[in-house]
């Protein structure tokens, strides 16, 4: 089953429909499910089954549970297919039995069981390996603790805290005693076929984790294992190791590492130490504080040195896009206003002229503050005529490099409920005016402009294609002005960090809901990235 089919299999299911998700191949092996609530990496692996990846634990669930019943449950059923298809091995002759006294005794001696753990024979510590100790010298406390490499406490962060700062150590050599096997394969017990060379590692993390967390060993097959520690899913296929958590995976794939064995090297005679050299002294790291009104000033006063060690974020924009209008909307609190701040202070940076116009009065003071002392005309109206005669005179009278309206479309939204039929159309008229001199104003300066809007309301659509992230801009005709209209939504909001993509909706330079920018929001400010 190729990608394609993988895709059509998962567009099928009506929970895709009903939640309005857009499905975008990548390459051969992975595909995207993205939507408002979330995105969602579905990666076909080489045993045929498809795992899901996601920072929305509840839509990652939604998704394995439709990859489990649609594409990963026929599996097995191709496994059969594949094993009738095998031809029947030939059945071994019966030895002829000979009647001496030797074979006799033979024939009598009981055949040692394989699979299980009977009791071990005591081997003789000359014959054992280098480096392995008798049964005696192990540890009566060998099994994992809290502290130990191997302890997995908690769930999620705390997994990934435990993980962090626990040091790795190199795990003691295996005892060849620990298994029992025939005589006739005693003589080749280090050439035995595994049927998955880390099943030993994953045996050893989810019996330490089992202490004080849910453990699941949800598949064990033939080069590919997929367990769970609480909510971590982990999946190792071949030497590869897939996890959401990535302190989690690091650390799996270090025990890996680790317990893969690497044979050791004799000991080579330490050479002569150098004399140490004298310590240099450090310098201690300058703590990260919020942006407030007084630190504002001098934060903005660095914004606007001109750096030539780095690509700013407005030269990456003007050779991918050249000159043109670019409108980015979406609903109320997915980061267009966040992305648009960072935007500005950059190209401030880079010692290019900036003006803000703000119609919403969305900003926080430290933001305004920093603008303005980063040398960006600010101006903040929310009243019609005034916004009209900054867009349509105050601008087009001096020569800007990056031009912000934030918003085109609420100013209007405001006053439309309103109006009446002929007012409303003005309305209309009026931001296809507003967007028309930007776009001349690009062209003419060299120059970019981002603007921000809605989207239209869902009331009176009763088509699910004119719903959810299929709803257009507000504005009618003036969506097909901007060069490029980008839908914003959030990924990620917490106490202390929220993040937003910018994702294509109209686009000649990319596919629909194809990432294009993202925003990442903490204590110390915004950051608006190019993809």
Known sequence: MDINQVKDMIAQDPIIKDMGLNITIKDENVLFIRGTVGEVRVTKLASGKCVADSRNMALRKKIKAILDEKINSDQPVQNAVEEAAKPEPVPEQEPVKVDTPVQNEQQAAPAKKRGGRPKKEKVPADQLPPDVGLESE??????????????VPGNGEELAQHFENTPETEPAPADPRSEEISAE????????PHVNKHRDAVDAILEAAGETNDVELIEDTE???????????VVIEGDNVTCDNDMVKGKV??????????????PKPAPTPAPAPKPEPQ?????????????AKQAAQEATKPSDTSEHLFDRIMKKYSADLIEVFGDTGTLKSKGLVALALDTAKSGRSVYYLDTENNLMPPEVEALKAAGVVYKYTPVLDEINAIITKEIPSKVYKLIIIDSV???VLRKYASMGVNQRGEALLDI??????????????????????????EFGKSNPSEK??????????????????????????SPTQSKGQWLAFRSRAHAKLERVFEVEVTNTGSVLKLV
């Open 409 to 411: 479309g609420m100013p």
């Open 432 to 457: 296809i005016a507003w967007l028309g001199v930007l776009k001349e104003y690009t062209y003419k300066n060299s120059a970019i402009a981002f603007v921000s809007n809605q989207p239209q309301s």
């Open 468 to 493: 959810g992230m299929n709803l257009w801009p507000f504005g009618d005709k003036s969506n097909f002005i901007p060069g490029h209209l980008l839908r914003s939504v959030k990924t990620l909001d």
């Open 283 to 295: 310098t201690p790291p300058i703590p990260q504080k919020p942006l407030t009104p007084a630190s």
């Open 138 to 151: 192990k540890p009566a406390d060998a099994d994992p603790k809290p502290g130990d490499k191997d302890f």
């Open 223 to 233: 080069g590919f294992i997929q367990f769970r520690i609480a909510d971590v899913d």
């Open 253 to 266: 794939q270090s025990i890996i590492a680790k317990r893969s064995g690497v044979k050791k090297e004799a």
């Open 185 to 192: 394969e005693e003589d080749n017990y280090a050439e035995l």
